[in-house]
């Protein structure tokens, strides 16, 4: 039996980060699931065929270079494909509806079945994996994680104000936590690691202590 550690938390908490850095370190497989939603709306742009969707998303895979996630399809990088405005609005409109997430459930199990696993989202533990082997919920202040997607966007060359990116990651948590399908919640069997006075390193450090504190490798 492949054995499955989930990362769940809010917007900008560092959740994939984490995830990228723990299965570099153990050597497991990693699951983007926002990046499987965002492909769920690439391929829903130019196919209608619901079966060869959900074929055509069992054939992706993710590949860590460069402390990022590249999006594989057929062996091909369609990571930029995924990050199109097309493809932002596409995924914005489908990713609320149940009948995407009871698609994208089993899809994402999936992903389980030929190694263990690492899962990163917003329901990884309550709702995809309620029986992983080990349960992360990653938070930060709502002002550390706006920093955070500051430093992200300014990389990107894009002009941005700290205060409206507070603003919307207060929203965004508002609408995560309290939505009807699937909410943002810490379950009870999930670890909390507060990220907001930590650094990258630190919080892999806590995470690998509390794991192997409960000899699941």
């Not at 984490?18 to 050597?27: G, P, T, Y």
């Not at 390193?201 to 490798?217: F, G, P, V, Y």
């Amino acid at each position: 039996m492949n054995k499955v550690i989930t990362i769940d938390g809010p917007s900008a908490s560092g959740k994939g980060t984490l995830a990228i850095l723990l299965a570099e370190r153990l050597n497991w497989k990693i699951l983007d699931s926002g990046a499987l939603y965002r492909a769920f709306a690439y391929f829903s742009i130019s196919e209608n065929d619901q079966k060869l969707i959900e074929q055509n998303l069992r054939k992706i895979s993710f590949n860590i270079a460069d402390n990022s996630i590249q999006v594989l399809f057929e062996n091909e990088d369609i990571s930029g494909h995924l990050r199109t405005e097309e493809t932002a609005i596409q995924a914005s409109k489908i990713s609320s509806l149940p009948s995407t997430r009871e698609i994208l459930l089993p899809i994402q199990r999936f992903f389980s079945e030929t190694s263990n696993l690492i899962a990163d989202g917003r329901d990884m533990g309550s709702v995809v994996f309620p029986n992983a082997n080990f349960k992360f919920f990653l938070d930060a202040a709502p002002e550390v994680r706006a920093k955070r997607r500051y430093l992200e966007l300014q990389k990107r060359g894009q002009e941005v104000n700290m205060h409206d990116l507070i603003n919307d990651i207060v929203e965004r948590d508002k609408k995560d936590r309290t939505r009807e399908l699937s909410p943002l919640i810490k379950t009870e069997d999930s670890i909390l690691l507060d990220s907001t006075n930590l650094n990258q390193e630190s919080i892999l450090a806590e995470a690998l202590q509390h794991i192997k504190e409960r000899n699941i490798l």
